[in-house]
T-cell receptor, first 114, second 112 residues
Framework: EAGVAQSPRYKIIEKRQSVAFWCNPI?????LYWYQQILGQGPKLLIQ????????DSQLPKDRFSAERLKGVDSTLKIQPAKLEDSAVYLC????????????FGPGTRLTVL | KQEVTQIPAALSVPEGENLVLNCSFT??????LQWFRQDPGKGLTSLLL?????REQTSGRLNASLDKSSGRSTLYIAASQPGDSATYLC???????????FGAGTRLFVKA
């Protein structure tokens, strides 16, 4: 069974530029999560989708971050414009039905903002 | 507000030792707790998921326990090996308005 796929694996941009990350969850998984992990910290949930609906986006900085999951399968997370403090690893995860189920993570995208 | 704490932040043990990693949470209204392993530069690997109605889960040399009333979970690793060296993270899934919240992790180093 294929795992959660993410791309790109690494991205370096300058502040005020835009960047987008892509995630393809495990086939058949209804719930998809985006997390931000700053060095030395645990992941912080940014947004959670169930199918193509948003379940929770309370910690998403909506002035600069956006995410979509239009067909209920893959998802994109965008930052526009980026700030220095956005430097982090962005992790995507999926679970079968809801967040009652086990979460499976992708390899992450390491973003460096200069 | 739910807070998740993992102590110690780092741990170094000789190979073969049995060890316990701790995870505590402030709000007992959780519906599950999951333990993960993270290797440097990699994503998270799920180790064990404990539902709120369960007391423990076991997988191989790993055993995780959950005590909701005291707000604690422990991950027991038997007969540690150098390959167990990684950061171990716990995450709680909650009811009542919060979603998944992670601790900062325990960095484990097992010396050969």
């Amino acid at each position: 069974e294929a795992g959660v796929a993410q791309s790109p694996r690494y991205k370096i941009i300058e502040k005020r530029q835009s960047v987008a990350f892509w995630c393809n969850p495990i086939s058949g998984h209804a719930t998809l999560y985006w997390y931000q992990q700053i060095l030395g910290q645990g992941p912080k949930l940014l947004i959670q989708f169930q199918n193509n609906g948003v379940v929770d986006d309370s910690q998403l900085p909506k002035d600069r971050f956006s995410a979509e999951r239009l067909k209920g399968v893959d998802s994109t997370l965008k930052i526009q414009p980026a700030k220095l403090e956005d430097s982090a690893v962005y992790l995507c995860a999926s679970s079968l039905l809801t967040d009652l189920n086990e979460q499976f993570f992708g390899p992450g995208t390491r973003l460096t903002v200069l | 507000k739910q807070e998740v704490t993992q102590i110690p932040a780092a741990l170094s043990v000789p190979e073969g030792e049995n060890l316990v990693l701790n995870c505590s949470f402030t709000d007992s209204a959780i519906y599950n707790l999951q333990w993960f392993r993270q290797d440097p530069g990699k994503g998270l690997t799920s180790l064990l998921l404990i539902q709120s109605s369960q007391r423990e889960q076991t997988s191989g040399r790993l055993n995780a326990s959950l005590d909701k009333s005291s707000g604690r979970s422990t991950l027991y690793i038997a007969a540690s090996q150098p390959g167990d060296s990684a950061t171990y993270l716990c995450a709680v899934g909650g009811t009542g308005g919060f979603k998944t919240i992670f601790g900062a992790g325990t960095r484990l180093f097992v010396k050969a």
